[in-house]
Structure formats: C-alpha cells, structure tokens
Nanobody, 124 residues
Framework: QVQLLESGGGLVQAGGSLRVSCAAS????????MGWFRQAPGKEREFVAG????????QYADFVKGRFAISRDNAKNTLYLQMNSLKPEDTAVYYC?????????????????WGQGTQVTVSS
C-alpha cells in the first residue's frame, strides 16, 4: 500500500501554468505505475495522465495532450503534473493514484491507492 498526498493546487488565470505534486510514502512507490485523474462538480472522475514505474512510458488524455506533462522522481517518492495553457474547463479536483502493476491503466477502477485530491481552479 502507498499513502499519497497531493499539493500545489490553487487558483490560476486561463493561459497560466501550475504544477501539482503527489508525495508518496511506502516502499512500493518505485514499482507502482501512477496516474493523475480529475473530477469536476457533477462529472465522473476521468483519466488525465499515466506513467509507468520507470517513467519511460507515459499516456495522456486527448484533452491535455501538448499542455500537460506527467513525471516522477522515484528517489524522492514524488509524482508531478505540470499543467500549461490552462483552460477554465480544466477546473477540477486532481487526484493521484497508484497501481501496483508494472503497466499503467486509464481506468480508475484499476488503481489501488488514492490521494485526497487538490483543487485546481482556472478563471477566465
């Protein structure tokens, strides 16, 4: 099991940038594939980006391709999501999640551990 804690959310104007982080505790972080999901009010939780345990493979939802970048630092047990060119429709609670499998998945149900989330609000 991995305990996850997100940070770095906040209020930003459209077109701006923000980086959210996810600090993990537990020895299994470096072998877990990781994902970022988001959930806006009244909507289902949706996949944003995923990264393999090594960091060599990544995958993005179409609506963030070219704007967001996922990365990880296994030495620091930390996952990142760099968000650029933010839009009001990116407003949501952002969650990091760990999947104890060497391959990542876009399905929320396949992730084992979740953080509490961090609010990202983009004003127009």
């Amino acid at each position: 099991q991995v305990q996850l804690l997100e940070s770095g959310g906040g209020l930003v104007q459209a077109g701006g940038s923000l980086r959210v982080s996810c600090a993990a505790s537990g020895r299994t972080f470096s072998s877990a594939s990781m994902g970022w999901f988001r959930q806006a009010p009244g909507k289902e939780r949706e996949f944003v980006a995923g990264i393999s345990w090594s960091g060599f493979s990544t995958q993005y939802a179409d609506f963030v391709k070219g704007r967001f970048a996922i990365s990880r630092d296994n030495a620091k047990n930390t996952l990142y999501l760099q968000m650029n060119s933010l839009k009001p429709e990116d407003t949501a609670v952002y969650y990091c999640a760990a999947r104890h499998n060497y391959t990542f998945s876009t399905g929320a149900a396949s992730y084992d551990d979740w953080g509490q989330g961090t609010q990202v609000t983009v004003s127009s």
